[in-house]
């Protein structure tokens, strides 16, 4: 028997994970452990990309993971609409962005604030990707605007970018430098592009957008890290078609992860106030006079109220 060693999760496919030892920094491919399956049934994927695991080497570079170390943090969400699964998108990581596009695809209001919220309620900071800002003209140049003006106002960081272009590529790549970083986000928001606008050398594969839905085709079909030539650690992952929250997030919890709506709260006349009718609340006022935006008062009312919602795309 070989001896045991740690190591990093830096790809997952189905039920095989690529780790990198921490000895020697060699690549082997690997399964689980039957036993340690079944530890956790509330999670589709017991081990997600950006673990550190403990595992057995063999001699043909191949090993079976033994156990899953304790985690920084993880991005989780919903794994379906229908299951009451979680799935862990990646673990253990400094920074999450979110790509988005507002057009060919556009990435939904509800799916950006589900993002956010759980994200939040996780503790790992996000930064919002708005990519393709070369084919913004005229409408979606004012929706841009806008958009970024609701997201930066609550605190969120956004940047506008390009993988085609090349806007604010350099800006991001000092940002990642020496980081984990996961990007995440429908299928056709160009995570993969930006990635490889970011480290050429990498040749990530990408898709075309379907000419009748405009919608993206599904290209990375697996999470994986890459890691940079400057140092730093990029988790690229499958397009995504929800983000719903899971059950550990209560109903009466939500509003605390909406930054701005927990803000204001303070000021409500019931410490209880679910900012939906009651009398004084200080949260309806703020979207009243603007303060807080409609677009995010009505997703948390949707989140809020009716619990299918958190679950659709
Ligand atoms: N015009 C424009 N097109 C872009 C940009 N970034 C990506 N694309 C295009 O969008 C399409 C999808 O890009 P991908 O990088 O494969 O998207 P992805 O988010 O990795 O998609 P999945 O792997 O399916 O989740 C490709 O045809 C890219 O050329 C951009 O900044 N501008
Ligand atoms: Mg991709
Ligand atoms: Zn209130």
Redesign the pocket.
């Known amino acids: 028997m070989n001896e045991q060693q740690t190591g990093l999760v830096t790809k997952h496919t189905g039920s095989h994970y690529r780790v990198r030892l921490d000895k020697d920094g060699t690549y082997i491919e690997t399964v689980v452990r039957g036993k340690l399956r079944l530890k956790d049934l509330k999670t589709t994927n017991p081990i997600a990309v950006g673990d550190r695991v403990v595992v057995e080497p063999s001699d043909d570079g191949t090993g079976i993971i033994l156990d899953v170390c304790d985690r920084k943090n993880y991005l989780i969400r919903r794994s379906s609409n229908l299951s009451r699964q979680a799935h862990i998108v990646a673990a253990s990581i400094d920074r999450a962005y979110l ?1 988005i596009s507002l057009a ?1 695809p556009d990435t939904k209001i509800g799916f950006i604030d589900r993002f956010l919220v759980s994200a939040e309620a996780y503790h790992i900071p996000v930064t919002i990707l708005i ?5 913004y003209e005229d409408e979606l140049a004012d929706m841009l605007n806008g958009f970024e003006e609701i997201y930066s106002n609550i605190g969120y960081e956004t940047l506008r ?5 090349g806007d604010n590529i350099n800006t991001l790549k000092k940002r990642l430098a020496g980081k984990v970083s996961v990007f995440a ?10 990635i ?1 606008a970011i480290e050429p050398s990498l040749n ?6 379907s000419g009748y839905h405009l919608k ?5 079909t697996f999470y994986e890290m890459v890691e940079l030539p400057n140092g730093g650690f990029i988790i ?4 995504l078609k929800s983000f719903g929250l899971i059950d550990d997030i209560g109903k009466e919890e939500i509003s605390h992860f909406f930054p701005e709506i927990f803000r204001y709260s303070a000021n409500c006349r019931f410490n209880m106030c679910t900012h939906t009718d009651e009398p004084g609340c200080a949260v309806k006022k703020a979207v009243e006079e603007g303060l807080i935006s409609e677009s995010r008062y009505s997703s948390y009312l949707g989140m809020f109220y009716d619990e299918d919602s958190k679950y659709r795309q």
């Open positions: 790509v060919f990519n393709k800002v070369d084919l970018i390009s993988a085609l272009r986000g429908n299928s056709g928001v160009g995570k993969s592009s930006l490889n990530l594969k990408t898709g075309e957008i993206g085709t599904h290209t990375t690229d992952t499958p397009g």
